[in-house]
């Protein structure tokens, strides 16, 4: 798979006349190593397990709401901005829906 995304950043760079690099982790030790710290206030079913529930709202502070990278218990790869993009409009529809009912 990493083969395959440097191929295709290679193919980008070659159409806007630029070079492309893989991060140095990955030329070094075959490893990719994300700078992009995660975590801090999981989403969880119970307080117990996490700070947040599965609709982004704060265990037992019923209207305080965490929609950011903070509610992914974990580094997810290569670059989490899609990830945590989709999970705050996930948990945005959630705020809203709340709001609406």
């Known amino acids: 798979m990493t083969d395959a995304m ?8 070659d159409v806007y006349g630029g070079t492309a690099a ?11 190593v994300t700078v992009h710290p995660l975590g801090g206030c999981h989403l969880s079913e119970t307080p117990e397990r ?15 709401y965490v929609a950011d ?7 997810i790869g290569f670059h989490p901005v899609m990830t945590i993009s989709a999970i705050a409009e996930r948990l ?3 705020v809203v829906s709340s709001f609406a009912n």
């Open 6 to 13: 440097i191929q295709a950043m290679d193919s980008v760079a």
């Open 50 to 64: 996490g700070v947040v529930s599965l609709d982004g709202q704060v265990h037992n502070y019923p209207g305080l």
């Open 22 to 32: 893989p991060l140095y982790t990955w030329t070094a030790f075959q490893r990719i």
């Open 69 to 75: 990278g903070s509610v992914i218990p974990s580094s």
């Open 92 to 94: 945005a529809e959630s």
